[in-house]
């Protein structure tokens, strides 16, 4: 995940397409990009959310093959 310009406070959860939390990444300071492994995940499609302070700020789909 690439954010352009960097924010402060970020969080990106990641969700099932149930609605389950899957993981939790705070990005550090001044970060603005995270990789996020997905190795473990079974197949299917999952939610990537960004918060910053709290707020939504991105929401995307993506599907783990």
């Known amino acids: 995940y690439h954010i352009y310009p ?3 406070n970020l969080t990106l959860r990641l969700y099932d397409i149930y609605g ?3 993981n939790t990444l705070v990005f550090s300071d001044n ?5 996020v492994g997905v190795a473990n995940y ?9 918060f ?3 707020r ?10």
């Open 6 to 8: 960097p924010q402060d």
């Open 20 to 22: 389950q939390k899957m």
């Open 31 to 35: 970060e603005s990009q995270v990789k």
């Open 42 to 50: 079974h197949p299917g499609v999952y939610v990537a959310v960004l």
């Open 52 to 54: 910053s302070n709290n």
């Open 56 to 65: 939504i700020i991105d929401r995307r789909q993506f599907i783990v093959n």
